[in-house]
């Protein structure tokens, strides 16, 4: 944490801007904007591209600026210095973490769960099928990965906090046996950075990547990061081995010689705008105590959950009640829960559905608050209760939930 | 081309910034600031992020965003529209081809010239290695590769224009003959797409790609673009398989099937604030004539290499006189050229240098005019002819260059 501490919603929902009429839950998709953020990628577009144009990869620190970035965001999933790097997409990043942990055993079996988010699913069948080499993807559900280790398995592959239900791994728990039984591990921190507090080194992960644009509010299609552990640093084959990664990008040589350490994960050109709207996101983060979000944030989730239970029989709560269970959502089923959530948005309750049944509602503390929360159980319970769900305008599919 | 036609230079220039005190000839590298793209970001940010939300996906058409302006990329380089897919960076999208191509034959050697950018022969070097088949790449020099065109050969992996010479490959030869030889094409148009007229679908190739921060004027990591041949898109295997390349991206099933067409090459969520730079870039692109582009090109072209070797007779030009063989740029050898360059930057001639001793200058005609040319020989003549690069302080070595 740098700079003065902001107390978490007190200090920092003013630092975000809220639409009118709004109560905003679906920060576990897309974070809010924080207010910082216009003026930071203005004065990079006008001050930076288009006074210092291509001066500006050494006077702006461009180059620098996604291991600079890498570094704040360490800081706030339990990482050591020098052991994060931003660039490309989640899918991408898992990707090459995973390619980089099936290139140092000779174990074939990848385990992940049903309740992984299926582009980290799909992104290993994609490296399955270009590896040829007989590996194979085992999916058990999300309680039975513990008891599905065994030194078959080469890679846990895994979603700490799983996007429909909210349940949340255990971590360290996970990783601890799966060292012992001599299995790699690649976590996916997508509902997990920002939204809680992660401890990568004290777990001895090997791997991890993550995405932004969730609970890091760093905007649509903010870059992703990836985490080596120092162990690995110097030998993990990139896979996607771009110029970027290479020991000397301006040598221009004709091989490839990775980088040292987290720098040849790198591959193209870094998303120089995309990655100042984080910057100025990350000025926040800083300056916040992820124990506090944390707290909040299962207060805030409590809240919710007793008030839609006490006015809502008909959903049917999918997220654990325990709180070293739960990630920073609250999800319920409901048979019409598209309808139902289309009729919510249109009131205000902002969450999103996912299929088949899941209604979600994202916890994001820095500017939402209790009273947000019982706001957003008495427009649900108008909407359920009153079966609102039921007009014809909620029942339309949308291109895009 | 839609909208009221602009002339080049003559109506073009005026909607660049451009700082006092600059020639600009590095537009190949990073193009210029056109003037409406930090309103649009702006924009961006506040009314569609702000206050849209996630809503914005589908009422500010992001989800559509990356087809939509593939379909106008398409429009400057000779593409079918709907061929044409953005994302990610042109080192992860020639990887995309690469593997697909490779996905459609026996053959196991991937054809390239020790002209290609270095970052599309790492991605190569890397995909090799994960498939781990005993495929093959093989580089010869540029004038070379058409002799070297044989049934031996999988895929012909080129780029159009060298980035050290500006030296261009004859793409429609070029790519028939590895048609008749069953050899499939992918081409990088990293030089070309906004630099000269592209006829990607008359050539017959069967991949491309391009960045779009170069002469295109995206911005700093601006997304780049991936063409698929109409009668490739729908059995190219993705090889990079992400959630938004699905058939249903939003069904969320445990198991990928790629969607239709150029679709399936989409990976992860797309960067949503830098595409909109390109978007506002793009409004001008839509407006020019590219043979008129081409013809300015040219002519720059012709008159900065005739003052320079009048007056610097030291400078050996690098870049073919034939317009037909060359690119959008015109580079020199000269021993000492980083010195030089340094010297030349610190006197507003912004052009560049690539290893072991090019100068480079990049000839962008929107925003760059005869005036330029004429006063940037007379300061290359007063670097080079003055020995001004041999002071102390154009010898240290920048981080980057």
């Known amino acids: ?20 009429g709004v109560i905003y839950l679906d920060g576990n998709s897309l974070g809010a904007l924080p207010l910082g953020v216009a003026e930071r990628v203005a004065r990079v577009i006008t001050a930076e591209w288009g006074d210092e144009l291509i001066r500006a990869w050494n006077s702006a620190g461009w180059y620098e600026q996604p291991r600079r970035v890498g570094n704040r965001i360490a800081a706030l999933i339990g990482a050591e210095q020098g052991s994060v790097m931003m660039g490309d997409t989640l899918s991408l990043k898992v990707y090459q973490a995973l390619a980089a942990a099936l290139d140092m055993t000779r174990r074939k079996v990848v385990l992940s769960d049903t309740g992984n988010f299926p582009t980290d699913l799909y992104m290993a069948e994609g490296l399955i099928a270009t590896l040829g080499r007989g590996h194979r993807l085992r999916l058990v559900a999300p309680e039975e990965v513990e008891a599905a ?10 979603t700490e906090v799983d996007y429909r239900t909210g349940r949340r791994h255990d971590m360290a728990a996970l990783t601890a046996k799966a060292r012992a039984l001599g299995i790699l591990t690649v976590w996916d921190l997508a509902h997990s ?5 992660v401890d990568l080194a004290g ?7 993550g995405c932004t644009y969730k609970f890091l509010n760093g905007g ?3 870059p992703a990061f990836l985490y080596v552990a120092p162990w690995h640093a110097e030998v993990a084959r990139p896979a996607l081995s771009g110029w970027m990664g290479h020991a000397k990008p301006f040598a221009f040589d004709l091989g490839y010689r990775p980088a040292g350490g987290v720098e040849r994960m790198r591959v193209g050109t870094p998303p120089v ?13 800083d300056r916040v105590d992820l124990g506090e979000v944390r707290a909040r944030s ?35 089923a409901f048979a019409d829960g598209y ?54 305008e909620y029942q339309v599919v949308n291109a895009v939930t």
Chains 1, 2 share one sequence.
Do not use: N
Request: hydrophobic share 50%.
């Open 1 to 20: 944490m740098t700079g003065t501490r902001l107390r978490v919603y007190d200090d920092t929902r003013a630092l975000f801007h809220m639409p009118d």
């Open 149 to 158: 280790l065994s030194e078959e398995i080469a890679v846990l592959y895994l």
């Open 193 to 197: 950075a920002g939204a809680l507090p």
């Open 203 to 209: 777990a001895g992960a090997d791997f991890a990547a």
């Open 220 to 222: 649509p299609g903010a």
């Open 273 to 285: 705008l995309a990655m100042a709207a984080l910057e100025a996101s990350l000025d926040i983060w």
């Open 298 to 332: 299962l207060r805030l989730g409590d809240l919710l959950i007793a008030e839609v239970e006490r006015r809502c029989p008909s959903l049917k709560l999918v997220t654990p009640r325990a709180h070293a269970q739960r990630g920073s959502q609250v999800s319920f």
């Open 339 to 392: 309808a139902a959530m289309q009729a919510l948005i249109a009131r205000g309750v902002i969450g999103d559905f996912r299929s088949p049944d899941i209604m979600r509602f994202g916890i994001t503390p820095l500017y939402v608050g209790e009273a947000d929360m019982l706001r957003a159980a008495g427009i649900i319970e108008e909407v359920i209760a009153g079966e609102v769900w039921r007009r014809p």
